[in-house]
């Protein structure tokens, strides 16, 4: 897992930039790069999901949080006291990446279900607080009017623009968390996955790379949640729920936990799902996520990601 | 004309928290069942509850069978769900990691809840109380007899657990099989039914608490995820695995919900509990009367 091949990176880089030209001459799909900007900041959010449960094999039942977090930062410094975008979204990430080290430190000394009662506590509180603070975020009917985005003086206009924004920083999140996995710290990370007890023995500071996982993780989910917020210029608690935070899990799930390949397939793949091929099934649609997610993890535990392995090996034999 | 003195209110929110509370207690020992043999968190838990209301609403409702008859066959259809559960989602998976199951149980509540909702839709039911809604008064405080129902059915759970684990061959067995698995199938015990008895017997806690609490806060199909969460909570409260930690940690979660929505900010009511609940593991990481040492040599 420590080589990282070039191929499907150029593949993927390539994908990434030609798709808005290919999906635009097809009017059946002309409207994909918009949901491939949702797919994109899912990523964002999976990409860091993925090193805290696939490497540091923490599981987190509350990233909607921090997902929140970010969007509400934006939203209301954006509404309320006119603060510039970008310094909004540094200033939710900042926010988050403390709320995460506050709550971290004492939840990570957590074991196995312990920790995932911590996170899903702690994502419905916060939850409830942007429902019922009503005068800051608009409670339950959520709040508008939030600007978008500009870039060098010029506002960002298309879905196009913000696609290749949201991209850009995705491919810059998932290259620094690679570096990340190749460093000593990644290392780390994955001698805690296998054993707290021999990590340490190492010399492994056990609790300080879990909570500075789980702290990068949230910045990477309140990154997200700031760009939500800005491109959908309206925001709503629902959005950030414990069921979203079970969404996450699905498509870690779907792509396989255990590779940051995983995170971004897992990411884009549910976004088609759920916006683009499941409305097909209308009432129908939450017994096809449960029955997907369900067939996944019994029969497909590594996942999407987990099929090249698979082959390779079928084909070795 | 009696005024409603600050204590009246504060008995109020006591007996109504300590009833909520029951219910969380009784979905708290079925997590502990299942956890106990298997380790295994089952998050389809809440969903038992909400089928056991919405299969008494059918049975006794609508087919029109006699109280005691349709309680009995409510149990009965849910333990079967439990049976499923364990056949159909956690059996076939091969590698068993927390996360997996993890995953597993909530794929297997999403689909048990989508299923409840083509079969009932999305309107909540309500069922006839057990023995009527003339409410009781004590003191200035308002009692259903519903609520004595439920607190009832807790105790005769608790107690028909306790004679269980402690008198009987399979109880024991059981138990063994908590312990120590391995050493369980080495005297022949078969460890893969215990597991299916675990998840039967707490379906069928999970319907009771279903059935009990419907009279009182109606039904739907959605219900079943909070339920779970707030019953996994008492269960960690308490110290997961402990009968007695599950019942003291869904009777302070009933009561610190009540007293918190009744005498602070009502939007908080679900908030309050799990602030408690945090600052509880952070103190202490294992629960109340959970025993950290027993929690190192639990895989998971």
Not at chain 1, 49 to 57: K, T
Not at chain 2, 191 to 202: D, E, P, T
Request: with cysteine.
């Amino acid at each position: 897992m420590l080589r990282i091949h070039k191929a499907p990176i150029v593949a993927g880089v390539l994908f990434i930039l030609l798709f808005p030209w290919v999906t635009g001459r097809f009017p059946a799909i002309e409207h994909y790069p918009d949901l491939m900007v949702f797919a994109g900041i899912y990523c964002l959010i999976t990409i860091g999901l993925s090193l805290l449960m696939g490497y540091a094999g923490q599981i987190s039942l509350g990233h909607a949080a921090f997902y929140g977090i970010g969007a509400y930062a934006s939203g209301i410094l954006t509404t309320h006291f006119g603060i510039n975008p970008w310094l909004c979204m540094l200033i939710g990430a900042v926010v988050a990446t403390l709320v995460a080290v506050a709550v971290g430190a004492p939840s990570l000394r957590l074991r196995g279900h312990y920790l995932a009662m911590a996170t899903l506590a702690f994502g419905i509180i916060v939850n409830i607080v942007f429902r019922e603070e009503m005068e800051w975020t608009g409670g339950p009917d959520g709040m508008g009017g939030i600007p978008g985005l500009a870039l060098f003086g010029y506002p960002l206009e298309s879905v196009n623009q913000y696609y290749y924004l949201v991209w850009a920083i995705v491919a810059a999140a998932f290259f620094f968390t690679i570096r990340l996995i190749q460093s000593p710290t990644g290392r780390a990370l994955r001698a805690i996955h296998v054993s707290e007890p021999a990590a340490g023995a190492m010399g492994v500071d056990i609790s300080r790379y879990k909570v500075m996982v789980f702290a990068y993780s949230a910045l990477l989910a309140s990154l997200a949640g700031s760009l939500y917020a800005h491109y959908m210029m309206f925001i709503n608690p629902s959005t950030f729920d414990t069921f979203f935070s079970i969404k996450l899990i699905i498509m870690m799930a779907l792509g396989g936990a255990h590779s940051i390949w995983g995170a971004v397939v897992g990411a884009v793949l549910f976004a088609f799902l759920s916006f683009e091929w499941l409305h097909h099934f209308g009432e129908l649609e939450i017994l096809v996520y449960g029955s997907v997610l369900l067939l996944v993890t019994v029969f497909m535990p590594e996942g999407l990601a987990g099929i090249p392995a698979k082959i390779l090996r079928r084909g070795r034999r | 004309m009696e005024t409603i003195t600050f204590t009246t209110q504060l008995l109020q929110f006591t007996v109504t928290g300590l009833t909520v509370g029951a219910i969380y207690a009784m979905v708290a020992i079925g997590f502990n069942i299942i956890y106990n043999v298997t380790e295994i968190i089952n998050l389809a838990q809440g969903e038992f509850v909400m089928l056991g209301g919405l299969i008494m609403v059918f049975i006794h409702v609508s087919l029109g069978l006699p109280m005691i008859l349709a309680f009995i066959v409510t149990v009965f259809v849910v333990t079967l769900s439990g049976i499923l559960l364990d056949r159909l989602a956690i059996k076939p998976i091969r590698q068993p990691s927390v996360m997996t199951l993890i995953i597993a149980t909530i794929a297997a509540s999403i689909v048990i809840k989508g299923t409840a909702m083509l079969i009932w839709g999305k309107s909540p039911y309500d069922l006839p109380a057990f023995s009527g809604r003339t409410p009781i008064e004590l003191g200035g405080v308002v009692l259903q007899p519903q609520y004595l129902w439920v607190i009832g059915f807790l105790v005769v759970v608790a107690i028909g657990l306790t004679l269980f684990f402690n008198r009987t061959i399979l109880g024991k067995a059981m138990s063994a099989c908590a312990d120590n698995p391995d050493a369980a199938r080495l005297v022949g015990i078969n460890v893969q039914q215990m597991v299916l008895l675990s998840f039967a017997l707490s379906a069928a806690i999970g319907a009771i608490a279903g059935m009990t609490l419907t009279p009182i806060a109606l039904m739907d199909y959605d219900r079943g995820a909070m339920l779970a969460i707030k019953g996994f909570g008492a269960a960690i409260l308490g110290g997961l695995g402990s009968f007695p930690g599950a019942i003291l940690g869904g009777l302070m979660i009933g009561l610190i919900e009540s007293w918190g929505a009744g005498l602070l900010l009502s939007g908080y009511k679900d908030a309050y509990a799990l602030v408690i609940l945090l600052l509880v593991l952070f103190a202490r990481p294992s629960g109340i009367l959970g025993n950290l040492e027993v929690t190192k040599f639990k895989r998971f």
